[in-house]
Each structure stands twice: as C-alpha cells, then as structure tokens.
C-alpha cells in the first residue's frame, strides 16, 4: 500500500466512529416561524408535482420500456412518496402544533397527542420513518444511472478498435 493510503485510514476511521455515534438523529428538519417552513413546504409540492410530469414524460415517450429508465421512474415514484410523508411530518411537527414529543430516556421517547388521538400519534410515528422512501429512491436512482453507464461504455468502440471508427 502507498503513504497515501496509510496516511488517510486513521483519518476515515475516525469520521466512521464520529458518523456512527450521534448525539441526536432528527429524521425531519425544523424551520423557523413561518416563512422557512412555508417556503420549504411548497418546495415539497412543487418536487413531487415536477416529479409527476417527470414520470408522465417518461411513459408518454415510451422510455420506461428501457431498464434504466424504469429504474429512475422508480426512483420519482418513491421520491413523491417521500415529498409527501415529509410535508405531512412538519406539517404535524410545526404547523398545527398537535405533537408533543418527550425524551424519557437515551433510546425512548414518549409521543402525545393535544388531540388525544391514537391515530395521530401512530400517524407522526409512520411519518417520522421518511428513510422507507429515500433509501429505496437513492437505490433506483443508483441503479439507473449505473444502467446508462454501463451501456455508455459498451457503445463506445475500444481505443485500439479503428475498424469501427469513421474516417
């Protein structure tokens, strides 16, 4: 191995042990009163609307008939999912005040409702899991944008190959 390689891997081992122990993992962001989160909450509808076209572009042109594409159409349909959940969980967090949430503990958390609500804690509960619907986006995104890649490489002739160039 070379003095680079040595060199960093106290370095990476280091931002791995940082990375793996938080102090405090939010999966939603708050925003301050009340223009950030009402601007942040339309940027949630205006993606997962941009989303929706994306998606009806991609079948109105045929091209979810190609691998990769299906992929990425994936990719939009999920991320819609996620824009969704995401407004609902700061719509509940910080628009209408209706969850409150109390640290009892270093892994517990006691969630109320001012509603008294089973359902709406259960709600906040499901919402607060947005990573079921980013995770498996960031994968299909992934795994079309590696599709384009591999057949980009077997489209262009090798180095060496001039019986398939032009003149």
Known sequence: MGKKTTAIRPFLLLLIVYLMLPDTAMATQ????????????LAHGYFAVSLGIFIYWLRFRNLVAETGWRYIQYAAVFLILWNVDAAIAHMLDEQINII???????????????????????????????????????????????????DSRSAVPAPGNRSSQLP
């Open 30 to 41: 708050a925003h301050g009163d009340p223009e950030g989160l009402f601007v942040h909450q």
């Open 100 to 150: 409150e949430v109390e640290r009892i503990g270093q892994w517990h958390l006691k969630i109320t409702s001012t509603d008294n609500t089973v359902f709406t804690i259960i709600l906040y509960y499901m919402v607060k899991l947005d990573h079921l619907f980013c995770v498996p986006a960031l994968v299909f995104l992934s795994a079309g944008l590696k599709h384009f890649l591999r």
